[in-house]
């Protein structure tokens, strides 16, 4: 008999499904292109708190790593984030929700029900 649903090798257990949802919080369109080192999720053009999200199983090992550009008028042109850092992100969110700003991403705390743990844009 094969492995059960619930085990990647004997005694390792599989991560939890994991769904990463991105809002624009900016007044304008806003331009996303997420992907991963092995998936594009793809360009999307979101108005004012439209939102786009995705879902996947992160590795055993953690080191599954989303990243993305965003655009807007005067943005000055792409600013990148690691939407989904594994070794940032596991321990705090299966559904994990950011909002999209000037400053750069926050992060949605669900205990204060805001977009409050805000990140600057990536360097490059």
Same mark, same amino acid.
């Given at each position: 008999?094969?492995?059960?649903?619930?085990?990647?090798?004997?005694?390792?257990?599989?991560?939890? $499904?994991?769904?990463?949802?991105?809002?624009?919080? =900016? $007044?304008?369109? !806003?331009?996303?292109?997420?992907?991963?080192?092995?998936?594009?999720?793809?360009?999307?053009? !979101?108005?004012?708190?439209?939102?786009?999200?995705?879902?996947?199983?992160?590795?055993?090992?953690?080191?599954? =790593?989303?990243?993305?550009?965003?655009?807007?008028?005067?943005?000055?042109?792409?600013?990148?984030?690691?939407?989904?850092?594994?070794?940032?992100?596991?321990?705090?969110?299966?559904?994990?929700?950011?909002?999209?700003?000037?400053?750069?991403?926050?992060?949605?705390?669900? $205990?204060? $029900?805001?977009?409050?743990?805000?990140?600057?844009?990536?360097?490059?």
């Amino acid at each position: 008999m094969g492995p059960s649903p619930t085990t990647a090798e004997e005694g390792q257990t599989l991560t939890d $499904k994991t769904t990463v949802q991105i809002t624009n919080g =900016l $007044k304008v369109q !806003l331009t996303a292109h997420c992907k991963s080192k092995d998936d594009d999720i793809g360009e999307k053009s !979101l108005a004012f708190d439209d939102s786009f999200g995705w879902t996947f199983y992160p590795n055993y090992i953690p080191n599954t =790593l989303f990243f993305c550009s965003f655009e807007w008028d005067g943005s000055g042109g792409k600013k990148y984030f690691d939407i989904y850092d594994e070794k940032r992100d596991e321990q705090r969110c299966t559904d994990c929700k950011w909002a999209i700003f000037h400053n750069g991403p926050c992060f949605y705390d669900e $205990k204060a $029900k805001l977009y409050d743990d805000c990140y600057p844009f990536n360097d490059s």
